[in-house]
């Protein structure tokens, strides 16, 4: 079933699609239609983003929004893509993968850039495999809420515009409705696509989407002796501070393979993620992940391993091994030190002093060894000063031996602080709010009977994660016993 266009639906006035991605032509994507859903309606509008992208609230209100972004018409100079791309899942080859159930209507010129939209969940593609092509509301609601609350963290990741459904039936393990996501990102190209390429020995192609993503994106890279080198030392150290901050808010992704790793450093493709309830570094949040390949304490060198894969794709367009290997040497000092800088800012210290790395060591081996709740942990501490009895924090720990020393430490640390500046920091640094698994199961649950003030309530905590929110502090709270229970695996 296609599509039928009455009369085309247009974007806002001062907006016009480009369609800089189909533009590379059809070795890199098939133009296709998206297939309609019956009777779509609104999940969640993000009218902050609406207003971000100049689309403004009141279009993102219209039945022509609706119709768009659940992929049922087509607005008007939009040119609908499926893209081509490959990858190592799960540390093998995978072969060709590609957007299954993705499609990229296009992008446009925006206060903030230009700025490309993409369908989740809008049907068969070319690249759809043994899937369905479609999305079912749970997972679609995750990664709504994930997305902005990412974003609210100040961490780098694509951005979710919308949430519509519909009462279509999607088999998974169980029968469930579709829905589809509208994100936004300045390019959804992943490490992957260059892995396609290059692992197809299509060289040209390779260098053609080489030299998109540096004109695109990483201009200054063309400056340089080598500038595919260069991008490759680019993107690392941009994942390098992707890394940091996903263990410094305690985030798992769950499916760290090559074709989920985006080539800007954003965070993408959110399916069994988790923000860590009990300090666990070893906690693997994917029950697909038999393994535990993509545990919380292993995603940095994960990300390492991904941007191995990714030189390796590149090395057709340099002049030796060595090259490859000198750009992705600095991801090696880039993580810790970004690592460290985030948590010294969880911990309020403004200025750095050698100890920092011994204090920041013993804070994680401390949380570990009392499996302290990790985000209310940090947000109690901002209250923690060396004068007072800090029993709020002290209450968290069953060795309070080791908490007392520990607490000597720090306080000894904080001798050094202005006590203004230090609580300044530590209340934008550790936030109130994160998108714990059980707060996203309750929004499910609600939004299956059609009550989604659940979506629309946590969107609004977590776009704002480090602000107070009276009234919502059960928001904040400790996990109930049944989110252990919660289980959350690739399939979605
Ligand atoms: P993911 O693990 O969600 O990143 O997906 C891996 C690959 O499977 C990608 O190429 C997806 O487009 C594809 N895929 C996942 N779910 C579906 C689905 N329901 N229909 C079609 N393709 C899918
Ligand atoms: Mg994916």
């Given at each position: 079933m296609n599509p039928v266009i009455d009369k085309p639906l247009a974007l806002p006035e001062n907006l016009k699609w480009a369609n800089r991605f189909a533009g590379l032509g059809p070795d890199f994507s098939t133009v296709l239609q998206p297939s309609p859903l019956p009777s779509p309606y609104w999940i969640s509008r993000n009218a902050g983003l609406a207003r971000e992208l100049g689309l403004g609230e009141a279009w993102l209100e219209s039945q022509a929004a609706l119709e768009i972004f659940t992929g049922n018409k087509i607005a008007e100079g939009s040119e609908p893509v499926a893209s081509v791309y490959s990858g190592h899942q799960f540390g093998q080859w995978a072969g060709q993968l590609g957007d299954g159930r993705a499609i990229l209507l296009g992008d446009i010129q925006t206060p903030a850039g230009d700025i490309e939209i993409q369908l989740k969940g809008a049907g068969l593609t070319p690249y759809s495999r043994m899937g369905d092509g479609r999305a079912v509301l749970r997972s679609s609601i995750r990664e709504y809420l994930c997305s902005e609350a990412m974003h609210g963290l100040g961490i780098a990741t694509t951005r979710a515009l919308s949430l519509t459904g519909s009462d279509a039936k999607v088999r998974r393990e169980e029968i469930e409705t579709a829905a589809v996501v509208t994100r936004t990102a300045p390019s959804f190209i992943r490490f992957g696509h260059f892995e396609h390429f290059s692992y197809t020995d299509q060289h040209a192609q390779l260098k053609t989407l080489a030299d998109y993503v540096i004109d695109n994106f990483?201009?200054?890279?063309?400056?340089?002796?080598?500038p595919y080198a260069a991008l490759l030392e680019a993107v690392s150290e941009r994942t390098a501070h992707l890394m940091a901050a996903w263990q410094a808010v305690g985030f798992c992704h769950g499916v760290m393979n090559t074709d989920n790793m985006s080539i800007l450093g954003l965070t993408i493709?959110?399916?069994?993620?988790q923000f860590l309830?009990?300090?666990?570094?070893?906690?693997?949040?994917?029950?697909?992940d038999t393994q535990g390949r993509y545990a919380y304490n292993k995603q940095p060198n994960i990300a390492y391993w991904n941007l191995f894969c990714l030189g390796q794709a590149l090395l057709p367009l340099m002049d030796n091994q060595e090259q490859a290997l000198a750009a992705l040497e600095p991801y090696k000092t880039i993580f810790p030190a970004a690592l460290e800088a985030r948590m010294r800012a969880k911990l309020g210290l403004p200025d750095a002093v050698p100890e920092d790395k011994v204090l920041i060591e013993s804070t994680f081996k401390l949380l570990a060894s009392n499996k302290v709740d990790y985000t209310i942990f940090w947000r109690r501490l901002c209250?923690?000063?060396?004068?007072?009895?800090?029993e709020p924090v002290r209450?968290?720990?069953?060795d309070r031996e080791s908490f007392n020393a520990w607490a000597l430490q720090y306080s000894e640390r904080l001798a050094q602080v202005d006590p203004g500046l230090r609580a300044d920091l530590m209340l934008k640094s550790n936030p109130k709010f994160v998108l714990r698994n059980h707060l996203g199961e309750q929004a499910i649950r609600a939004a299956k009977l059609k009550d989604f003030s659940g979506v629309n309530t946590l969107l609004t905590l977590l776009k704002a994660?480090?602000?107070?929110?009276?009234?919502?502090?059960s928001f904040a709270d400790f996990p109930p016993?049944?989110?252990?229970g919660i289980e959350i695996s690739c399939s979605s």
């Open positions: 990483y201009p200054a890279c063309r400056d340089k002796a080598q493709d959110y399916g069994p993620f309830d009990a300090f666990d570094p070893t906690h693997v949040c994917n029950h697909s209250g923690f000063t060396p004068q007072s009895g800090h209450d968290l720990f069953f994660p480090f602000d107070e929110h009276p009234g919502h502090d016993d049944w989110a252990t």
